[in-house]
């Protein structure tokens, strides 16, 4: 055989076990490397016993193959054992002059050592393979007839180094793939977590304004109805200007129950099939008037001072300050009743200052816990601002000073 073919079959050979290697399941690629091994050596074994009195060669070289192809079997278990193994078939079949026939187990038993061996295996066989190959390639250059074996010399320097070479690419990319494959799964995680996140701080957000909106018309309501309870057999006229407050106020809360719920229907038609009412603008302190009316509707004295000029506001600023003063004046209809509240709206250069004072005492102690002031305290933390609610000093009421960022 030319050394142009056997570099050709030995080159052929690494590539078809490193694709071989990645398409089929690590047992199915044991035993094609068998296969392979055993399948190559039939030619060479044709053409030992062609020759006149070669049978005790013939004898040798079978008694030789099962050593230099059965451990390939192990090769991804124990390459180390197997590659030991395979030197010493290379030896027994160079010292009775066939070691073509363990040049196809040695390629793959090389392979197998840079592709699934430990680093140490992997370094030393890299090493050992550079060193033969350069010192063969040495010998063949001074002198390609010195008698060194050329079947063992043409597998040496070429075979030998594509073969690890080839086993060193397979296991760089099944590294990759496997580093590949655990960014996918850790960033699956996090989309998951990430999204769990936002899932929570929409309902917190959702949970939120349904306390304020339904807090503070509610209890507006409520104290509507009582008080047109209280007038209608004395003053019918005073009672009816009240269900005429209870109704807008209960349209109102319609309105922004449907605003914030609208995302949730997103695409959802009313019924026959027609488009759904549209959606009230979110609350600011644009509306600053109208919620005054409507908190004095129910019977509370607001006293309202508006210091600099209305500037335009960060929309969360504008909603959260809106809130914090809605929930202020719901607080002050449910926990002080007939009392003054005192409103502040401050436009200052770096910040807006709302304060919502009141004189009234509260029943059974201050009111220093509870989800209204928590949501406010949420609200205007979110914002970047600052919150304080508490007595008022030196006198009987209470106190919600917000301050946040321009």
């Not at 056997?6 to 094609?32: I, K, N, P």
């Not at 809106?322 to 002080?336: D, G, M, P, S």
């Amino acid at each position: 055989m030319t050394t142009y073919g056997l570099v050709m079959r030995t080159g052929r050979l690494a590539q078809l076990a490193a694709t071989f290697s990645g398409r089929v399941t690590a047992r199915e690629g044991d035993w094609l490397a068998f296969a392979a091994t055993l399948a190559l050596a039939v030619p060479e074994l044709v053409r030992i016993g062609s020759r006149t009195g070669s049978s005790g060669r013939l004898v040798m070289s079978l008694a030789i193959l099962p050593l230099a192809s059965v451990p390939l079997l192990w090769r991804r278990r124990a390459p180390a054992v197997v590659l030991l193994v395979l030197v010493c078939a290379l030896i027994l079949s160079a010292l009775v002059g066939n070691g073509g026939l363990s040049n196809i187990g040695l390629l793959f038993g090389l392979y197998a050592a840079a592709a699934y061996g430990q680093d140490r295996l992997r370094t030393l066989t890299g090493i050992a393979v550079g060193i033969a190959s350069t010192v063969t390639f040495g010998v063949l250059l001074v002198d390609d007839a010195t008698g060194y074996p050329p079947h063992i010399a043409h597998a040496t320097v070429f075979g030998a180094g594509a073969a690890w070479l080839l086993g060193l690419a397979a296991r760089n990319h099944r590294t990759a793939v496997a580093q590949l494959q655990q960014q996918a799964s850790r960033l699956e995680r996090d989309r998951e977590e990430h999204a769990l996140r936002a899932a929570e701080r929409e309902r917190i957000r959702i949970a939120r304004e349904l306390h304020d909106i339904v807090t503070h018309h509610v209890s507006a309501i409520a104290v509507q109805a009582g008080a047109a309870h209280s007038t209608s057999r004395h003053r019918p006229e005073r009672a009816l200007e009240t269900l005429a407050v209870i109704e807008r106020t209960a349209r109102t809360t319609l309105s922004e129950l449907r605003t914030l719920l609208g995302v949730l229907r997103t695409g959802e038609v009313g019924e026959a099939g027609t488009p759904p009412a549209p959606l009230r603008p979110r609350p600011s302190l644009a509306a600053l008037d109208e919620l005054i009316a409507d908190t004095r509707a129910s019977g509370a004295t607001v006293e309202v001072q508006v210091r600099g000029l209305p500037a335009v506001l960060d929309p969360v600023i504008d909603l959260s300050a809106y809130r914090v003063l809605q929930e202020a004046l719901t607080n002050v209809i449910k926990h002080a009743p007939g009392a003054t509240a005192s409103v502040l709206i401050d436009y200052l250069p770096d910040q807006l200052q709302v304060i919502v004072a009141d004189d009234g005492q509260r029943p059974g102690g201050t009111e220093t816990t509870g989800y209204g002031l928590l949501g406010m305290r949420e609200r205007v933390h979110v914002a970047g601002g600052q919150f304080h609610a508490g007595p008022v000093a030196g006198h009987a009421g209470f106190e919600v000073r917000a301050r946040f960022p321009r």
